[in-house]
């Protein structure tokens, strides 16, 4: 696989992580076909500058019908495509006592099911003859404990362990299918929290051994080693990009 000539899709394209991803691939000359569910003037900037080189789909992935239609055109107009980046997702923080079971469905719909179902159109599309390459983003709080997160953490866990028995699945044809499980990364949410949850925000910045939150641009840099060619005999793995924190 010539990586210059890279395809792919990432998901979430909108902002934080997602969007950094596409910033990254673009810059490297990779083709992207970006899902997101809000209109994004970034992503329209990078629409401007890269051209064709940018599609860009808004679709709410847990409308399952709909992301059914989308992924036919994609699939029409884009033949090759060489990677998925799966990393649209909800975060959320609650007792689990005050949690709903509509709140429960949510999260669930939006970290697993809506994954699980762009995954399953995506391995039935492309063509099998050629390298690919799926990466999956879970967290640190999926194998690690912490108060007011078991569902997403419930989610979290669910998506690494479906991305390792998925990489098995796969592992004889020429798919591989790693998973991220970052640590705590300056997205859309670490402004409002490190203003209103001070003493949890200090608290993770002295659980974290390098002593700083991580940067999407460093998620993004780990993304594109998994779906390059340098990860060509990496499957089933999760690596952390956390700055130690489950290290320690
Ligand atoms: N940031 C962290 O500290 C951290 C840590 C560990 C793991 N993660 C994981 O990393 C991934 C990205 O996180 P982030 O912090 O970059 O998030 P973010 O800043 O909130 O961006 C998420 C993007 O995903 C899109 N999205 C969410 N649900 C969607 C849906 N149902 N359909 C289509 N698009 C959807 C959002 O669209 P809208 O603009 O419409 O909201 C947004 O563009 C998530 O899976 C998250 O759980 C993040």
């Known amino acids: 696989m010539n990586d210059v000539n890279l395809k792919g899709i990432v998901t979430g ?8 991803t ?5 810059e490297k000359n990779y083709k992207i076909i970006a899902i997101t569910r809000s209109k994004s003037i970034k992503l329209n900037n990078l629409k401007n500058k890269y051209k064709s ?10 409308k399952f019908d709909a992301v059914s239609s989308i992924c036919k055109v994609i699939f029409k107009k884009n033949k090759n495509i060489n990677f998925l980046v ?17 709140d429960i469905m949510h999260v669930f719909n939006n970290n697993i099911l809506s994954q699980l179902n762009l995954t399953k159109n995506y391995l039935l599309n492309i063509n099998k003859r050629k390298n690919n390459s799926i990466v999956f983003i879970s967290s640190i709080v999926g194998p690690k404990g912490f108060k007011d997160l078991s569902v997403y953490a419930a989610t979290k866990g669910a998506i690494e362990s479906f991305s390792r028995s998925l990489a098995i ?11 991220i499980s ?5 997205t859309s949410y670490a402004s409002n929290f490190k203003r209103n949850k001070k003493k949890l925000y200090n608290w993770t910045i002295e659980k974290t ?7 999407s641009n460093e998620i993004a840099n780990v993304i594109d080693f998994l779906v390059s060619n340098k990860s060509s005999y990496i499957t089933g793995e999760n690596i952390f990009v956390d700055g130690g924190w ?3």
Not at 53 to 62: A, G, P, Q, R, S
């Open 53 to 62: 080189n940018l599609e860009i789909y808004y679709v709410d992935l847990t």
């Open 169 to 179: 699945e796969y592992s004889s044809k020429k798919i591989r299918i790693n998973c």
């Open 182 to 186: 970052p640590g705590f990364i300056n």
């Open 13 to 20: 394209a909108g902002k934080g992580i997602g969007f950094s």
């Open 209 to 215: 051994p390098m002593n700083r939150w991580g940067e």
């Open 22 to 26: 596409c910033k990254l691939f673009l």
């Open 246 to 248: 489950v290290a320690s």
């Open 86 to 102: 799966n990393n649209a997702g909800v975060r959320f923080r609650k007792s689990f006592e005050s949690t709903s079971l509509n």
